[in-house]
């Protein structure tokens, strides 16, 4: 089964403890990420659920300056029309941009990751995947208007932003180029890559000889 684009969404508040957003699911085999950044530069978040359920922390990076970037995710995230709720423990900017797909290999998440600071206006961010097909996502940090030259951007929002490119084949040194609007100050890459579903084979019929 081949890894899908679901949908995105984002949402920009600026001083605030919780922030909801609302998304909708589809599909099978999901996986549901949520990338966002704050202006602490300190980790406030205390937790990130879908529809209630928790998600898992993938990592934090933080910039050169006062910002971190944050990326959660749930593999078999449930389908329908529900609520990602971030909630922090003081007042922050919450930049958020959610993006699901289907077609997702729902064990060993994730293929590989990786997080780094961004130094440079016109970026690079590379990332070694591990299975064939897999899909490679990134979330940047920078100053706006981002814009992605190679893969796809998914859910901008403003200094923080969402995209992919995928499927990579065969699998290994894969990258997402683009360029920020501004200074590099406080840029951040954190990337992920996840395999497609594994068919399973119909034991439905026989041959005999």
């Not at 995230?77 to 971030?86: Q, R, S």
């Amino acid at each position: 089964m081949a890894i899908a684009f679901d949908a995105a969404a984002t949402k920009q508040d600026n001083a605030v403890t919780t922030q909801t957003i609302s998304h909708t699911i589809s599909g099978s085999n999901t996986l549901l990420l949520v990338g966002f950044i704050t202006n602490n530069n300190t980790d406030i978040i205390t937790k990130v659920t879908w529809n209630g359920t928790g998600m898992t922390r993938l990592t934090y990076q933080a910039g050169s300056g006062g910002y971190l970037s944050y990326v959660y995710y749930l593999v078999g995230a449930a389908t329908g029309t529900a609520n990602v709720v971030i909630s922090a423990s003081s007042n922050s900017l919450l930049w958020t941009s959610v993006t699901s797909y289907n077609g997702v290999k729902q064990t060993g998440f994730p293929d590989a990751q990786a997080s780094s600071q961004n130094g440079s206006t016109s970026w690079t961010a590379s990332l070694t995947t591990v299975a064939d097909n897999a899909w490679h996502y990134l979330h940047i940090r920078g100053s706006s208007p981002i814009t992605f030259s190679t893969g796809t951007e998914r859910a901008n929002a403003s200094q923080g932003d969402a995209g992919d490119k995928g499927p990579k084949t065969p699998a290994g040194s894969d990258s997402i180029t683009g360029t920020l609007g501004g200074s590099a100050n406080d840029s951040t890459f954190i990337q992920v890559s996840f395999a497609p579903a594994t068919a399973v084979a119909n034991s439905g019929f026989f041959n005999f000889m």
